[in-house]
């Protein structure tokens, strides 16, 4: 079946460090991939996402490429800050038909100080 | 706007009684989905439905149930057979093309 693993966390980082938060999946067929993320006491909004090898997701200054080789979808960020604090959950999703389900990481929790 | 709306944002559940969720969506999307997330394990998928009157468990129905009886609604009943209710539940829609979008969440918890 499919799988999503992300690094252990949590991560706690200075404003205006790099940020890299891996990402690699176990998938049977071609997935789309996404990353998405959680303020606290909220709902999960999409960060972004790429359908198909190579592809690269970008959204606010952070990207993700799609790399089939390695089956991985890294989130990075050059300079991150206070407000990007929060969950982050990587999924995959692949269609079968008609019907379309996300598989999710156990997600990582990304905290910055100022 | 459009959106996603769940209510209550909190919910308390006494021992033995059951209580229903509510989800709306006026994205005129097709899909409809419920999660349960708990802390360090992610999202679960609990049902999904992809067309009204239609609908399918996920990988932790039990004690769980949904109707699907307007495009616009998905309501979720935790039902006194889930033993272990306390968790934070995601409501999501799609239109179909593999993206989901997320409503705000309820927490329920037991007293």
């Known amino acids: 079946g499919n799988s999503v693993t992300q690094m252990e966390g949590p991560v706690t980082l200075s404003e205006e460090a790099f940020l890299t938060i891996n990402c690699t999946y176990t998938?049977?067929?071609?997935?789309?991939l996404f990353w998405y993320v959680q303020y606290p006491g909220e709902g999960l909004q999409l960060l972004l996402k790429?359908?198909?090898?190579?592809d690269k997701g970008s959204n606010k200054g952070f990207e993700a490429t799609y790399r089939k080789e390695t089956t991985s979808f890294h989130l990075e960020k050059g300079s991150v800050q206070v407000s990007d604090s929060a969950v982050y959950f990587c999924?995959?999703?692949?269609?079968?038909?008609?019907?379309?389900?996300?598989?999710f990481g156990k997600g990582i929790t990304l905290s910055v100080r100022p | 706007d459009g959106g996603i709306t769940q209510s209550p944002k909190y919910l308390f559940r006494k021992e033995g009684q059951n209580v229903t969720l509510s989800c709306e969506q006026n994205?005129?999307?097709?899909?409809m989905y419920w999660y349960r997330q708990d802390p360090g394990q992610g999202l679960r998928l609990i049902y999904y439905?992809?067309?009204?009157?239609?609908?399918q468990k996920g990988d932790i129905a039990e004690g769980y149930s949904v109707s699907r009886e307007k495009k616009e609604s998905f309501p979720l009943t935790v039902t006194s057979a889930q033993k272990n209710p306390t968790a934070f539940y995601l409501c999501?829609?799609?239109?179909?093309?593999?993206?989901?979008?997320f409503g705000p969440g309820t927490r329920l918890l037991v007293l």
């Open positions: 790429a359908t198909k090898a190579d």
């Open positions: 439905s992809q067309i009204v009157n239609d609908f």
């Open positions: 999924a995959l999703s692949e269609s079968t038909g008609a019907n379309s389900k996300l598989t």
């Open positions: 998938a049977t067929g071609y997935p789309s």
């Open positions: 999501a829609s799609s239109p179909g093309l593999e993206t989901q979008y």
């Open positions: 994205l005129n999307h097709d899909a």
